[in-house]
């Protein structure tokens, strides 16, 4: 009697302790939230061909010089769980940008600028090396705001974002393709 109470005790052990977690990386949300919720600043931001945007007569590829108070632009990550106002976790995702607008009836252009984005849904990859930011449920322009076209995570609190965006230079409209990195500045969001 002994021995077969023993061997049910040893079983049920065996059994109770043997469980993996079922929570994929992708869907720990407070390990994604430790991770990646917060703000994140501009390291840098390259353009994939050379522009001269500050009419200052020399064209670069690196538009931290090119664009006004673009170092004022940010990324930001939100990670909300379930909680008693909805039953779906939220991941959202917005990238404010100098936005450029044609000062319209001036003989001379003048170029203003504005720091506007939009928040946009988002998945992870399963190995968490990629945002997979969901297309506009809304009409959204998308010359303004234009869907990322990769959104990477390359290392610890970095995150860069490829975009394709149409820019005003001393030769008018350009489509550039525009590369940027982002380091996380606060969770705090």
């Known amino acids: 009697m002994k021995t077969y109470l023993l061997l049910v005790v040893l079983i049920m052990v065996t059994v109770t302790s043997c469980h993996e977690s079922a929570v994929a990386p992708q869907e ?3 390990l994604l939230n430790n991770k990646f919720h917060g703000k994140y600043k501009i390291v840098t931001s390259t353009s994939n061909i050379a522009v001269d945007i500050n009419r200052d007569g020399k064209a670069s590829t690196d ?8 170092t004022e632009a940010e990324l930001d990550i939100r990670i909300y769980p ?9 991941f959202l995702f917005s990238q404010l940008w100098q936005q450029q607008f044609i000062s ?21 990859s399963q190995n968490l090396d990629r945002i997979l930011v969901s297309p506009d449920e809304n009409q959204v322009d998308l010359k303004l ?4 076209d990769t959104v990477t995570i390359v290392a610890k609190e970095q995150i860069e974002v490829v975009m394709q965006k149409l820019i005003y ?17 606060t969770k705090t969001t």
């Not at 003048?110 to 992870?124: K, P």
């Not at 705001?145 to 990322?148: E, G, K, N, Q, V």
Request: positive net charge.
């Open 63 to 70: 538009l931290m010089q090119e664009i006004d108070y673009l």
């Open 145 to 148: 705001f234009p869907l990322p």
């Open 82 to 90: 379930k909680n008693n106002n909805s039953n779906s976790k939220h």
């Open 169 to 185: 230079t001393t030769n008018g409209w350009k489509s550039l393709t525009i590369t940027t990195l982002y380091k996380r500045y």
């Open 28 to 30: 720990d949300l407070s």
């Open 104 to 124: 319209p009836n001036t003989t001379d252009t003048v170029i203003n600028y504005a720091l506007q984005g939009v928040v946009r849904s988002f998945e992870f």
